[in-house]
């Protein structure tokens, strides 16, 4: 199995036994989306800041939230998505 095979649910598993890399996997899988969320709601509300400094705060945010994402009852990519939502 090559590591881009792993599902997002396994990763948030093997993170929760103590993995680093498997976050770590996930936000660079999920990088160029949040650059790209970051960047379209910044712009609509034309707010002016640095760029890695908005990532690092919801690298951190989606850390936090990733102890109550259920990997039985949805997609990871709804919960990226609607907890950078609630952060921006």
Known sequence: ???DEI???LLISLYREGLQWAIDL???RYGVFLYGFINKILRSQNIHC???EAFQEL???LI???DRY???AGCFYFFVKCS???RL
């Open 1 to 3: 199995m090559y590591l």
């Open 7 to 9: 599902s997002d649910d």
């Open 26 to 28: 996930l936000f660079e």
């Open 50 to 52: 640095d760029y890695k």
């Open 59 to 61: 690298f951190v945010v």
């Open 64 to 66: 936090n939230c990733i």
């Open 70 to 72: 259920d990997e039985y």
């Open 84 to 86: 950078v939502e609630r």
